[in-house]
């Protein structure tokens, strides 16, 4: 059992108007087709969310994978302050899993969950409602055995018979569950809706005073986060969300909508969250690096355009007073007053403090050189935003440690082909030069580069957008690779659309290459 005496933590207790805050970036998140993150990206995640204050951090499903694992024993090791969760299929071998990975965790939790609805016991299942019920007392009960803190989640809630999930919910209760989960799944449910079935279940299940409940909803009509707050006004205390939203299909209950929900219209949601809101668009940030998946502009909270203005009346309006098209500061979630600070004049010293003012903290050495590329960046484009600093600091981190590096490429394009690249890399130490054609300069490079790193990867992402505004505009460039089954992924951001392409297809492929030498090193050591 998860140590409840002195030197250790007992299970989450809040008052009746705090809200937890379950975060599922790492495990529903990451369900997201393209979104898979490494080891290393996922403790970075973790790292930060367990500082802005986030409850409860849903670390993985430790039974899909070794490596699913391994990330959530030691974000359990790692974490300070947020409750620890696994999640765990109605089933001994995975509840044992995810007993086994929040071990280490000052403050543990298993989740285990099983399809209620008729077409989930039906067609996924093929159980009868008694199996199902069966099922659901004994993985709560067996849940009990490694913690003190567990939730028990009737997927597909919304789609189930309201007196079969009454006794459902009812036997999780009596079997020792401490919060109960009654998700969304396809997100079909309309706010009227949800907020009856929580009532629902208040005013019919004994003991329901005595649990937490939580809500878990989809976004597939883009209601998770009204959803979610419904569910609030009905009674749940907990909602599982994630940043930016990522998750399965449309996305689950983006976590910063809701922080910034209940703390804005505390009129009518008179409840608080633990979350430093002010951390919410570095998480953000890091999230759709880590994802390489992008923040729309006009996304709620975090979006580039959340602060901007262009038509001339909210100009005037803003000028005026900030409030009359203005809900909330820039400030309260980590987004700053001004892009354009910065510029080939600039020092040290204030390139340092931009970066802190962007939630930044780098070493020395990392300081140095993202100085460099900063001052390179000024003489090379007119003005410099914010976004441009962010691009270029995260590109600097992510190939810190790149075995194989761009140091020069040429290309040569136009109407008369086939282009031509010419392109000179460092491997391991040792600089090689070759040159090829393609068709069109991106696939001319990124056949020179396959030239000198022989690989039979399939490209399954090449994504580039513009960092800011106007023709001198940085490109970040995505890439995606496959390789019997091993994914990776690789970004980087340059004035220059092919130079950045070139390192983020190198940057992809140094990570391809260093899962073949561990997998090798794997190999012989059997």
């Given amino acids: 059992m998860t140590d409840t005496t002195e030197g250790g933590t007992p299970p989450i207790v809040k008052a009746d108007d705090q809200i937890i805050i379950f975060d599922t970036t790492l495990r529903d998140g990451e369900q997201c087709p393209g979104a898979t993150m490494t080891f290393e990206e996922k403790l970075q995640v973790a790292e930060l969310l367990d500082d802005m204050g986030v409850d409860v951090i849903e670390a993985g499903f430790p039974i899909a994978s070794d490596g699913d694992?391994?990330?959530?024993?030691?974000?359990?090791?790692?974490?300070?302050?947020?409750?620890?969760?696994?999640?765990a299929r109605a089933s001994a071998n995975d509840i044992d899993r995810a007993g086994d990975a929040i071990k280490a965790a000052r403050r543990g939790r298993i989740h285990t969950f099983i399809g209620t609805s008729p077409l989930h016991r039906q067609h996924q299942l093929q159980l009868t409602a008694d199996q199902v019920h069966e099922r659901v007392i004994s993985s709560?009960?067996?849940?009990?055995?490694?913690?003190?803190?567990?939730?028990?989640?009737?997927?597909?809630?919304?789609?189930?018979?309201?007196?079969?999930?009454?006794?459902?919910?009812?036997?999780?209760?009596?079997?020792?569950?401490?919060?109960?989960?009654?998700?969304?799944?396809?997100?079909?449910?309309?706010?009227e809706?949800?907020?009856?079935?929580?009532?629902?279940?208040?005013?019919?299940?004994?003991?329901?005073?005595?649990?937490?409940?939580s809500t878990h909803c989809h976004d597939d009509l883009g209601l998770a986060v009204a959803n979610s707050l419904a569910g609030v006004r009905a009674g749940a205390r907990q909602i599982e969300c994630t940043i930016n939203g990522l998750g399965e299909r449309a996305g689950n209950a983006a976590l910063e909508e809701v922080v910034m929900a209940i703390r804005t219209r505390h009129d009518l949601l008179p409840h608080r969250t633990g979350v430093k809101s002010e951390m919410l668009a570095r998480a953000s940030k890091l999230v759709s690096a880590v994802t390489n998946?992008?923040?729309?502009?006009?996304?709620?909270?975090?979006?580039?355009?959340?602060?901007?203005h262009e038509s001339g009346i909210h100009q005037d309006g803003v000028l005026k007073h900030v409030e009359t098209y203005e809900i909330m500061t820039p400030e309260s979630v980590g987004v700053g007053k001004s892009s354009l600070v910065m510029g080939k004049h600039s020092g040290r010293a204030a390139f340092k403090a931009k970066l802190k003012d962007l939630g930044y903290s780098l070493g020395d050495n990392a300081l140095e050189d993202a100085f460099n590329r900063f001052?390179?960046?000024?003489?090379?484009?007119?003005?410099?935003y914010d976004e441009d600093i962010e691009a270029l600091v995260d590109e600097g981190v992510a190939h810190m440690h790149d075995r194989i590096k761009v140091t020069a490429l040429t290309v040569i394009a136009g109407t008369m082909g086939p282009q031509t690249a010419t392109l000179t890399l460092e491997i391991e130490g040792q600089s090689k030069t070759?040159?090829?054609?393609?068709?069109?300069?991106?696939?001319?490079?990124?056949?020179?580069?396959?030239?000198?790193?022989?690989?039979?990867?399939?490209?399954?992402l090449y994504?580039?957008?513009?960092?800011?505004?106007?023709?001198?505009?940085?490109?970040?460039?995505s890439v995606r690779l496959e390789e019997e089954g091993r994914i990776v992924t690789g970004r980087s951001a340059d004035p220059d659309t092919m130079v950045a392409s070139a390192r983020a297809y190198v940057a992809a492929l140094s990570k391809l290459v260093l899962k073949r030498q561990k997998l090798a090193q794997a190999q012989h050591a059997v």
């Avoid at 694992?69 to 999640?87: N, R, T």
């Avoid at 998700?183 to 309309?190: E, M, N």
């Avoid at 909270?301 to 901007?308: D, M, P, S, W």
């Avoid at 056949?447 to 990867?457: E, F, T």
């Fill in 69 to 87: 694992f391994e990330s959530v024993a030691e974000i359990a090791k790692l974490a300070k302050h947020s409750v620890i969760c696994a999640l």
């Fill in 140 to 191: 709560v009960t067996r849940a009990r055995n490694f913690t003190d803190d567990v939730e028990w989640s009737a997927m597909d809630a919304t789609r189930t018979e309201h007196d079969y999930l009454c006794r459902v919910v009812d036997s999780a209760i009596k079997a020792g569950a401490t919060t109960i989960n009654i998700p969304d799944t396809v997100g079909y449910a309309l706010p």
């Fill in 193 to 213: 809706e949800y907020y009856a079935l929580i009532m629902m279940l208040r005013n019919r299940v004994p003991g329901m005073e005595k649990v937490i409940i």
């Fill in 293 to 308: 998946f992008p923040v729309q502009y006009n996304k709620a909270i975090v979006g580039r355009n959340a602060f901007a």
């Fill in 375 to 384: 001052k390179a960046l000024a003489d090379r484009k007119k003005h410099v």
């Fill in 434 to 460: 070759v040159q090829s054609t393609g068709n069109g300069p991106v696939d001319a490079t990124f056949n020179a580069i396959k030239m000198l790193v022989p690989h039979d990867a399939r490209l399954d």
């Fill in 463 to 477: 994504q580039v957008h513009a960092v800011t505004e106007g023709t001198d505009a940085q490109a970040e460039v």
